[in-house]
């Protein structure tokens, strides 16, 4: 790399770094940053960063490893069940938004080959930022997500179709239904031989690989089963992406998805970064401000009229305005597929430059808008439909429900990890009230699924404890394993109320004195413990006196472990990986309308023979503890269910297909 070019990428991630910087501060979304880099440092503006070559083919790889990590969300017999909601709603968007762009594409004059394509390059919505920032607000589980992942995975796959049109009307021909037919059972095949082949092969070639543990092996695996597949899928004419979604979709049926996730991270957010710096590079200056009232047209009309058929089309399957309404806001923008057909119809000659720009133009600022639209989709929901929204009433009902707990006497638990939901379900036998806090998002939003009275919230914070009644609360508990964050516990709750009584469990004892210093009422170290439980076992198996060993263990703990830490250490601290103590572990299920499940009883199901336990069931907010055998799952059910992870998805496989 010569000097000029390795000081225009270090211009580049310097300028990302600072803007995505003041949009973190800001708090928008990051996407609009990244496309504000490549406006400015684009062709159009300073020249320094070009997307043709390489970047851009590489950027390409930005919305692969996107799909891939939503595949891995969804597996095979999730999808099986959203077969309806994927094609019928997803269908008749793209049909009706396509048909309608056409026409009026044809009415200014524009061939009907042209029209065709400008009509499908409007149906595509981004799945790149509806995705990421569905994620990121949590909501991908919630009616108006899955409704809006339908539609994104049909017009994905509708690509090729469109694909084809450009090609055919390049070369001058008609379009003859039988070729069209061919491209379209060639897909079809692709599809089915990567399913066959991923279903047979990945699991045991990733047992394989864990048991060499090695992590360079297990990521070149990963990179190499991603990339192959959208290789083999791009081969075959349809879109790298598609390829990308359906490693995953495989991947996600394996015990291994969550490590695989977590290694894809940094390659996905990366590479989407420099995607949208692409589609920031290809954006005309002169074209907007020659033309701003035209493109401004042209976005009001993209987002307002893709909004109004998505939320007619999506009431029939969601049931509700409210929800509707939200999938519409959330998939009102354009997409980088309809880039991508744009890109690649001027390349053929078969659009008109200057209109192709107009709309180019368009569906970038349409893109940069939806960030804030999809943040605030349930605002802006609420202000343009009136009556509750029902997700608002669901999310009212617990905060009430939280609250009325936090004013009677309860427990507080810090921490929701296996300790502390053990600790929870002990509680809950027994009949004492509890409130729990947890900083890990995605636990708080399935044990809320479930019905859990969790919150989530930092509990050093003053104005934390405060909200979950801790001048109510008979017992604080501190369940996480992190020494220095349960002193910062310990010390705030003390200082708001010095009387209360504290549980601490550590991972070992180096903070030992410091909790007791601060105020802690009992330590439970979990080395300590595991040392004298074990101890205690082995003086029974010695034929020492119950009651000597009682006293022993009682006299250890009174004097605060003293004897037990004294020990060699060796080269590396002891760790406890929780994470691998047992194999067993809660996962909650939404039942969406279409699974085999509904409508059928615990009892047909027969999941107890497949090795999982239906622990709970939450209906209309209401949760039934260890439900009867005769009960009738219906749509909208959240089953909690127990077991290994390999029995876990047997039963969704059971549950949502059949």
């Not at 009430?400 to 053990?422: E, L, P, W």
């Not at 859990?452 to 934390?464: C, E, L, T, Y």
């Not at 939450?618 to 959240?638: C, F, N, W």
Request: aromatic content about 6%; glycine content about 8%.
């Amino acid at each position: 790399m010569d000097e000029i070019g390795l000081a225009n990428v270090l211009l580049l991630l310097g300028s990302a770094v600072l803007v995505v910087t003041g949009f973190r501060r800001l708090e928008l979304p990051t996407a609009p940053g990244y496309i504000l880099v490549g406006m400015l440092l684009g062709p159009a503006a300073f020249g320094l960063f070009s997307s043709t070559g390489d970047t851009g083919f590489l950027a390409e790889f930005g919305v692969v490893f996107l799909l891939f990590t939503l595949g891995l969300e969804f597996s095979w017999p999730r999808l099986v069940a959203m077969r309806w909601q994927m094609i019928g709603l997803g269908g008749a968007q793209v049909l009706v938004t396509t048909l309608l762009a056409a026409t009026v594409a044809s009415w200014l004059a524009v061939p009907l080959p042209s029209a065709v394509i400008l009509g499908g390059a409007v149906a595509m919505s981004s799945t790149v930022i509806v995705i990421k920032q569905l994620r990121e607000q949590l909501e991908l589980d919630q009616s108006h997500g899955r409704c809006a992942v339908a539609t994104l995975l049909f017009q994905d796959m509708a690509v090729i179709v469109f694909l084809m049109l450009i090609s055919l009307a390049a070369q001058g021909d008609r379009l003859p239904p039988v070729q069209i037919l061919l491209a379209v059972a060639e897909a079809v095949a692709a599809l089915v031989i990567v399913l066959a082949a991923g279903h047979r092969l990945l699991r045991p070639l990733f047992h394989e690989v864990a048991h060499r543990r090695s992590p360079e092996l297990f990521t070149l695996t990963m990179l190499l089963i991603v990339l192959g597949a959208a290789w083999f899928m791009h081969a075959v004419g349809m879109s790298l992406a598609v390829g990308g979604f359906l490693a995953g979709l495989m991947l996600s049926e394996t015990e291994y998805r969550h490590q695989v996730e977590a290694d894809i991270r940094p390659f996905r957010d990366i590479l989407l970064g420099l995607f949208f710096i692409v589609i920031g590079t290809r954006l005309d200056f002169l074209v907007l401000a020659d033309q701003i009232a035209s493109v401004s047209l042209i976005v009001l009309a993209l987002i307002i009229g893709k909004a109004f058929i998505i939320c007619i089309l999506s009431r029939f399957s969601l049931g509700g305005w409210h929800a509707s309404l939200r999938a519409g806001l959330v998939l009102a923008q354009g997409g980088e597929f309809g880039i991508a057909l744009l890109a690649l119809a001027l390349q053929e000659n078969v659009l008109d430059p200057a209109a192709a720009q107009l709309l180019l133009g368009g569906i970038v600022v349409s893109m940069i808008l939806s960030s804030l639209m999809i943040r605030h989709n349930r605002t802006l929901a609420g202000w343009l439909i009136s009556g509750e929204d029902p997700e608002t009433h669901r999310l009212a009902l617990q905060q009430d429900a939280t609250q009325a707990v936090a004013k009677r006497r309860h427990v507080i638990i810090c921490g929701y990890g296996r300790v502390g939901q053990n600790l929870a379900r002990i509680l809950e036998q027994e009949g004492f009230e509890y409130i729990a806090l947890d900083l890990e998002a995605y636990r708080v939003r399935t044990a809320r699924q479930a019905g859990d009275p969790v919150n989530f919230g930092d509990a050093s914070q003053r104005d934390v404890l405060e909200s979950v009644g801790l001048a109510n609360a008979s017992v604080v508990v501190i369940s996480f394993s992190d020494s220095l964050g349960a002193l910062r516990v310990v010390k705030t709750a003390k200082e708001l109320r010095p009387e209360v009584p504290i549980l601490v469990r550590t991972r070992d004892d180096t903070e030992l004195n410091s909790l007791q210093s601060a105020g802690a009422t009992e330590i439970v170290p979990d080395s300590l413990e595991a040392a004298l439980m074990l101890a205690s076992h082995l003086l029974l198996l010695l034929d020492m006196p119950i009651s000597r060993i009682v006293h022993k263990v009682a006299r250890i703990r009174g004097q605060r472990y003293r004897m037990l830490r004294s020990v060699f250490p060796g080269e590396d601290a002891e760790v406890l990986d929780e994470s691998h103590a047992f194999r067993e572990q809660l996962q909650t299920l939404t039942l969406p309308e279409g699974a085999v499940a509904v409508g059928r009883s615990l009892a047909e199901l027969r999941l107890p023979d497949a090795g999982i336990l239906v622990t709970a069931i939450r209906r209309h907010g209401i949760v039934g503890r260890q439900p009867d055998a005769d009960m009738v799952l219906k749509k909208d059910d959240v089953l909690v269910l127990y077991g290994t992870p390999e029995s876990l998805e047997g039963a969704e496989t059971l549950l949502l297909s059949g």
